[in-house]
């Protein structure tokens, strides 16, 4: 079955920096749009960033752009995500997603907890 595994997560100080992986498994990797979501506690799901099958196409936040950037490596069935600058707002679980078709999400990581002290 199709699995995605997050990882990179933790506790940072603002200003600081992470990078997220997802390892993807039970799918053919290089066929899949993939994204980053996040979800803070009390707020919606909202979409971070995306990044197209060959990576000639990519979506970042526009309130993010500039901070975040997001990678995939197909021959490592992977996909990234760097934070920089990070601040107290960042804080959220971040889900790893694959779609087939551009803009939609066929199947979900678990999520990796991302917190970013004052």
């Known amino acids: 079955q199709v699995q995605l595994v997050e990882s990179g997560g933790g506790l940072v100080q603002a200003g600081g920096s992470l990078r997220l992986s997802c390892a993807a498994s039970?799918?053919?990797?290089?066929?899949?749009?993939t994204g980053w979501y996040r979800q803070a506690p009390g707020k919606q799901r909202e979409l971070v960033a995306r990044?197209?099958?060959?990576?000639?196409?990519?979506y970042v936040d526009s309130l993010l752009k500039g901070r975040f950037t997001i990678s995939r490596e197909n021959a490592k069935n992977t996909v990234y995500l760097q934070m920089n600058s990070l601040k107290p707002e960042d804080t959220a679980v971040y889900y790893c997603?694959?779609?087939?078709?551009?803009?939609?999400?066929?199947?979900w990581g678990q999520g990796t907890q991302v917190t970013v002290s004052s």
């Open positions: 997603t694959v779609g087939r078709v551009w803009g939609n999400v066929d199947y």
């Open positions: 990044i197209s099958t060959s990576s000639k196409s990519m």
């Open positions: 039970g799918l053919t990797f290089g066929s899949y749009a």
